[in-house]
């Protein structure tokens, strides 16, 4: 699939609490986990503590919910503890009836910085399907 294949930009999926879906090639490059570590997990572990901690993901999850998208700039999290600059835009896909849809193609993007001032920009699309982990 060509999305697995890019390795220019982190692509994923989430579902609707958060918890990633997918993930392709540009996002092991970046953020550090192999696909079978991050699968299931929730996608909060990219956000500094104090965003966990005043509850930002599952802030930005409820509004991309609410109002179809939601923006937001700041730093996030590798695997190895180290952090990055990130735009971050959350898309929840909806079917003609207004519901959450199943699976479809990545909303997902964040270009890889090739200088250290470089941003990043991350699209999420929310998915009602759950994980079997």
């Given at each position: 699939m060509f999305v697995e294949a890019v390795r220019d930009y982190a692509i994923f999926m989430?579902?609707?609490?958060?918890?990633?879906?997918?993930?392709n090639a540009g996002a092991q490059l970046l953020k550090g986990y192999r696909e079978e570590e991050i699968?299931?997990?929730?996608?909060?572990?990219?956000y500094p503590e104090s965003d966990r901690k005043a509850h930002?993901?599952?802030?930005?999850?409820?509004?991309?919910?609410?109002?179809?998208?939601?923006?937001d700039e700041g730093?996030?999290?590798?695997?190895?503890?180290?952090?990055?600059?990130?735009?971050?835009?959350?898309t929840a896909l909806r079917d003609g009836g207004g519901h959450l849809?199943?699976?479809?193609?990545?909303?997902?993007?964040?270009?890889?910085?090739?200088?250290?001032?470089?941003?990043?920009?991350?699209?999420?699309?929310l998915h009602p399907w759950h994980l079997s982990t």
């Amino acid at each position: 699939m060509f999305v697995e294949a890019v390795r220019d930009y982190a692509i994923f999926m989430l579902d609707p609490q958060g918890h990633v879906g997918t993930w392709n090639a540009g996002a092991q490059l970046l953020k550090g986990y192999r696909e079978e570590e991050i699968i299931g997990k929730h996608f909060s572990q990219f956000y500094p503590e104090s965003d966990r901690k005043a509850h930002k993901p599952e802030r930005e999850l409820e509004i991309g919910a609410r109002e179809g998208r939601v923006e937001d700039e700041g730093g996030r999290v590798r695997k190895d503890g180290s952090m990055f600059w990130a735009n971050v835009v959350i898309t929840a896909l909806r079917d003609g009836g207004g519901h959450l849809t199943g699976p479809s193609s990545p909303q997902v993007s964040l270009q890889l910085p090739c200088l250290l001032s470089t941003s990043i920009r991350l699209e999420f699309a929310l998915h009602p399907w759950h994980l079997s982990t």
